[in-house]
């Protein structure tokens, strides 16, 4: 299993970025989803957005970052990504992808499958 997030940078507030989670290696058919989430310098991980990847359709978002991200995916290319917009100081955070088990309408990461995130610095 091999994620790769990808699309993070520096950004104004109020502007936008759009991160992309590759899922490069062989996936267990048990993990039917992918969630986003980040860490911020000095606090928890923060859950952010899921997506039904294998055998549905569904997803998820925390009240902090409704209205504002949208995650996506493209099935053919194994493609799942994050549109962030109207950026606050802070979403400054490390974004990270992981593979997770979708239920009760949400998605629940699997600790360990992960990639190694990308940087998204608000100012």
């Known amino acids: 299993v091999q994620l790769v997030e990808s699309g993070g940078g520096s950004v104004q507030a109020g502007g936008s970025l759009k991160l992309s989670c590759k899922n490069a290696?062989?996936?267990?058919?048990?993990?039917?989803?992918i969630e986003w989430f980040r860490r911020a310098p000095g606090k928890q991980y923060e859950e952010l957005a899921g997506i039904v990847t294998y055998g549905g359709a569904g997803t998820w978002y925390a009240e902090s970052v409704k209205n504002r991200f949208t995650i996506s995916q493209d099935k053919k290319t194994n493609m799942v990504y994050l549109q962030m917009n109207n950026l606050k100081e802070e979403d400054t955070a490390m974004y990270y992808c992981a593979l997770g088990d979708w239920g009760d309408g949400k998605c629940y990461p699997a600790a360990g499958y992960w990639g190694q995130g990308t940087q998204v610095t608000v100012s």
């Open positions: 290696g062989d996936s267990p058919r048990s993990y039917n989803c």
